[in-house]
């Protein structure tokens, strides 16, 4: 136990700043990295969101300075994710087949991002379709309820796939989108005290906002899109592999 208490912090920070770097909060991840310590969910769950709440605000604040965000990218979504993400938090999932259908599902854009299966889509960005976009942000936010994730992590891919948004609009978006679906998910949740966190909680926070602030700095400052496209393929795979193997 002695060991967990120093891997895991070191685990979440590295998380933190793997996905900060594309724009998410990272709470696939760190589910992934509690759940390989059997911590139980129902502990988790509140300091995850609260942790995607802030690492992706420092990730959206990073990426808007750098002239990333584009309000018309996000609103769509928004919509109808939020009201969603409501109601999907407000679900309990009973089995592990809907994870594993949505790590399946990540192969795909997987192998499109990481360049592996070769892209056929415009170059050139697109508009939004606003009837497509309200369709996906209500399933996504659904999504994103369920599995008490932002959802930035599947709208990624959407965007960047469909040429709606260069891989840093993507990430500047996502990350808006991740803060705003998480506070759906507490408020459906129920608002924890900070009473109710222990030392080991403010440990995790503490280390996945280190390292969550320094990958929104990289991510939006210094790597370039191919990059953060890459490291959006590295993302997805971590994602897939938790939702398949340790859901």
């Known amino acids: 136990m002695d060991t967990a208490i120093i891997i895991i912090p070191i685990l979440?920070?590295?998380?933190?700043?793997?996905?900060?770097?594309?724009?998410?909060?990272?709470?696939?991840?760190?589910?992934a990295v509690l759940s390989l310590f059997s911590i139980a969910a129902n502990t988790y769950k509140p300091v995850i969101l609260i942790i995607n709440i802030i690492v992706a605000g420092i990730g959206f604040i990073s990426f808007n300075r750098a002239g990333y965000f584009k309000w018309?990218?996000?609103?769509?979504?928004?919509?109808?994710?939020?009201?969603?993400?409501f109601l999907g938090s407000k679900l309990v999932l009973?089995?592990?087949?809907?994870?594993?259908?949505?790590?399946?599902?990540f192969i795909f854009p997987i192998l499109r991002l990481s360049g592996i299966l070769p892209s056929k889509s415009k170059q050139t960005i697109q508009a939004i379709p606003l009837l497509a976009a309200v369709f996906i942000g209500a399933i996504l936010g659904f999504a994103a309820g369920m599995l008490n994730i932002g959802g930035g992590i599947f709208?990624?891919?959407?965007?960047?796939?469909?040429?709606?948004?260069?891989?840093?609009?993507?990430?500047?978006v996502s990350s808006l989108f991740i803060v705003l679906n998480s506070i759906m998910g507490l408020l459906a949740a129920g608002l924890p005290s900070l009473a109710s966190f222990n030392t080991n909680m403010y440990l995790w926070m503490?280390?996945?906002?280190?390292?969550?602030?320094?990958?929104?700095?990289?991510?939006?400052?210094?790597?370039?899109?191919?990059?953060?496209?890459?490291?959006?393929?590295?993302v997805l795979t971590i994602a897939s592999v938790k939702l398949i193997f340790f859901a």
């Open 12 to 31: 979440l920070l590295i998380v933190g700043f793997l996905y900060a770097s594309v724009g998410h909060g990272g709470a696939s991840g760190y589910i």
């Open 206 to 234: 503490f280390a996945a906002v280190i390292g969550g602030a320094t990958g929104a700095y990289f991510g939006s400052n210094k790597f370039q899109q191919n990059t953060v496209r890459y490291m959006l393929a590295a």
């Open 155 to 172: 709208l990624s891919p959407v965007l960047i796939l469909f040429s709606w948004a260069t891989a840093k609009e993507s990430a500047a």
């Open 94 to 105: 009973q089995d592990n087949i809907h994870n594993l259908l949505l790590g399946l599902a």
């Open 72 to 85: 018309k990218l996000c609103w769509p979504f928004l919509i109808t994710s939020l009201p969603f993400a």
